[in-house]
């Protein structure tokens, strides 16, 4: 089973600011399998980018993921108020595993 | 637009059984392969099963293998979950999500709202 580390476990910024979160992963993750989701206090999760660097439908170009192998990134060029959530990094190579999460909170 | 709604949810006694059911619309549920996603309450998200377009292949989590069972209707776009032997573990809010077309691996691309399940005496 392919575990993912995510880091930090929270992280405290204000609005405008640039967010680095980080994906490290157990073993090498096939083809670029990572996928990056949100979630929002009692909402679903919402797929942000798959293949570690392709938004979503409907995505902002505020948010960009890259990275291969065993180190991922997503990175949020400058939070707005709704981007303050919990987000999770996951790979669907090897079935599907998640990270346990970063959350992203207002300082 | 898609639309994913789960139903079956509640409270079950350790060792009960219950079935979950996830109806969906919007898009050509015949030829996608759905999963079933569970968050424990301030927890993570697990993932727990995948089930190919045509059942073909169907994949479980470790922590559940044995117990819980995936399958699918395409005629009712329908996506089931039966869960026996139930533990206090078990308890989370239960997510079923699009997956990639056919027996394609990819990423969760819709969820549903998600049903509580409570395991407890």
């Known amino acids: 089973e392919i575990v993912l580390t995510q880091s930090p476990g929270t992280l405290s910024l204000s609005p405008g600011d640039r967010a680095t979160l980080s994906c490290r992963a157990s073993?090498?993750?096939?083809?670029?399998?990572l996928a990056w989701y949100q979630q929002e206090p009692g909402q679903a999760p919402r797929l942000l980018i798959y293949?570690?660097?392709s938004r979503a439908t409907g995505i902002p170009d505020r948010f960009s993921g890259s990275g291969s192998g065993t180190d991922f990134t997503l990175t949020i060029s400058r939070l707005e108020p709704e981007d303050f959530a919990v987000y999770y990094c996951?790979?669907?190579?090897?079935?599907?595993?998640f990270g346990q999460g970063t959350k992203v909170e207002i300082k | 637009e898609v639309q994913l709604v789960e139903s079956g949810g509640g409270l079950v006694q350790p060792g009960g059984s219950l079935r979950l059911s996830c109806a969906a619309s919007?898009?050509?549920?015949?030829?996608?392969?759905m999963n079933w996603v569970r968050q424990a309450p301030e927890k993570g998200l697990e993932w727990v099963s995948y089930?190919?377009?045509?059942?073909?292949?169907?994949y479980y989590a470790d922590s559940v293998k044995g117990r819980f069972t995936i399958s699918r209707d395409n005629a009712k776009n329908s996506l089931y979950l039966q869960m026996n032997s139930l533990r206090a573990e078990d308890t989370a809010v239960y997510y079923c999500?699009?997956?990639?077309?056919?027996?394609?691996?990819?990423?969760?691309?819709?969820w549903g709202q998600g049903t509580l399940v409570t395991v407890s005496s």
């Open positions: 999500a699009k997956g990639g077309w056919g027996v394609a691996t990819g990423p969760l691309d819709y």
């Open positions: 919007g898009f050509t549920f015949s030829g996608y392969s």
């Open positions: 089930i190919s377009s045509s059942s073909s292949t169907i």
């Open positions: 073993q090498s993750v096939s083809s670029s399998y």
């Open positions: 293949g570690a660097s």
């Open positions: 996951q790979q669907y190579g090897s079935l599907w595993t």
